[in-house]
């Protein structure tokens, strides 16, 4: 079976610090990936997605950057936070197929608060 | 990507019958309807999906009229667990598009 792991699960870091946050999948191979950020209470903004090893695209303009070095790795990266990127960072995940009930399968999310 | 319209809240009660309705009206041939499930401090959780007609599984039915312009998630007999935000996704079920975009969502809260 496909799984989604993303950690940590919690960062708090200071202001002007660099951030990595990993994701991986399991049980697939070339996934489409996708990394979202929700403010509170608010709904889902997607900031990057890969379709393969190398290949990103970015969504919004800002200080955050993504890679995917190896089929089923995405990582999101910033060289220095901001305020302004604390929120909830989901990683997600989708695959070609006839099997259309795969749909969009996310990870658990990781709590990033820049103090 | 077609764009979807959802309520932004719902409230109901214990062991009533909730629908939640999604309007996509420029929904292409080969779209399908899939809805989340997301509860606070969680990614969103896969409900249900559908392309055509009715669909119905061990938590949930999806309604899609003929035009396949909206949607309907129904809920049956929903408990104080079913509080959460539903959101509706309209995008290729296998696809050559590669990014996906949710709404705003629905934020049900069911009350005792």
């Known amino acids: 079976s496909q799984t989604i792991h993303q950690w940590p699960a919690t960062l708090v870091q200071p202001v002007g610090s660099p951030l990595s946050l990993e994701c991986t999948v399991e049980g697939t191979s070339n996934p489409n990936l996708y990394w979202y950020r929700q403010a509170a209470g608010r709904g889902l903004q997607l900031l990057f997605y890969?379709?393969?090893?190398?290949?990103i695209s970015s969504e919004v303009p800002q200080n955050l950057s993504a890679s995917r070095p190896q089929d089923r790795q995405f990582i999101l990266s910033s060289k220095k936070l901001l305020l302004s990127d604390s929120g909830f960072y989901l990683c997600?995940?989708?695959?070609?197929?006839?099997?259309?009930?795969?749909?969009?399968?996310f990870g658990s999310g990781t709590r990033l608060t820049v103090v | 990507l077609a764009k979807t319209t959802q309520p932004i809240s719902m409230d109901s009660y214990e062991g009533q019958e909730v629908n939640i309705t999604c309007s996509h009206n420029n929904i292409a041939t080969n779209d399908y309807i899939t809805w989340y499930q997301q509860f606070p401090s969680q990614g969103p959780r896969f409900i249900i999906q559908g392309y055509k007609t009715k669909v119905t599984n061990e938590v949930a039915s999806l309604f899609i009229p003929a035009d396949r312009k909206s949607s309907t998630l129904s809920l049956p007999r929903v408990s104080l667990s079913d509080t959460a935000v539903y959101y509706c996704l309209v995008a290729p079920g296998y696809s050559s598009a590669s990014k996906i975009i949710f709404g705003s969502g629905t934020r049900l809260s069911i009350r005792p």
């Open positions: 890969s379709v393969g090893i190398g290949q």
């Open positions: 997600a995940w989708s695959a070609f197929g006839t099997d259309i009930n795969y749909g969009y399968t």
